[in-house]
């Protein structure tokens, strides 16, 4: 989870909402549409998977940023896990 939150926080607009165990909150400003996203990560020790669920505040289609961002962070976490296992 160390290096999901910290992948997190290199995003811009970025704001940890709340971070305890397995479970990492976070809100995502958009530039575009000035609308804050929420993206609830939960770690799954037995599967050792992430689980990820994201909802915007405001019923307002984005053009696919939040997903694009969501997409972002899974790829950069996959590069660094990746390259912790080397």
Same mark, same amino acid.
């Given at each position: 989870?160390?290096?999901?939150?910290?992948?997190?926080?290199?995003?811009?607009?970025?704001?940890?909402?709340?971070? /305890?165990?397995? $479970?990492?909150? &976070?809100?995502? #400003? !958009?530039? @575009?549409?000035?609308?804050?996203?929420?993206?609830?990560?939960?770690?799954?020790? /037995?599967?050792? $998977?992430?689980? &990820?669920?994201? #909802? !915007?505040? @405001?019923?307002?289609?984005?053009?696919?940023?939040?997903?694009?961002?969501?997409?972002?962070?899974?790829?950069?976490?996959?590069?660094?896990?990746?390259?912790?296992?080397?």
């Amino acid at each position: 989870m160390e290096i999901l939150r910290k992948n997190v926080k290199r995003i811009r607009n970025s704001k940890i909402i709340f971070n /305890e165990n397995n $479970l990492l909150v &976070v809100e995502f #400003k !958009s530039w @575009f549409s000035k609308t804050k996203d929420v993206a609830l990560f939960e770690y799954d020790k /037995e599967e050792e $998977l992430i689980h &990820v669920c994201s #909802k !915007s505040d @405001f019923e307002f289609f984005d053009l696919g940023m939040n997903r694009a961002r969501i997409e972002k962070i899974r790829w950069n976490f996959e590069k660094k896990e990746l390259c912790r296992t080397r």
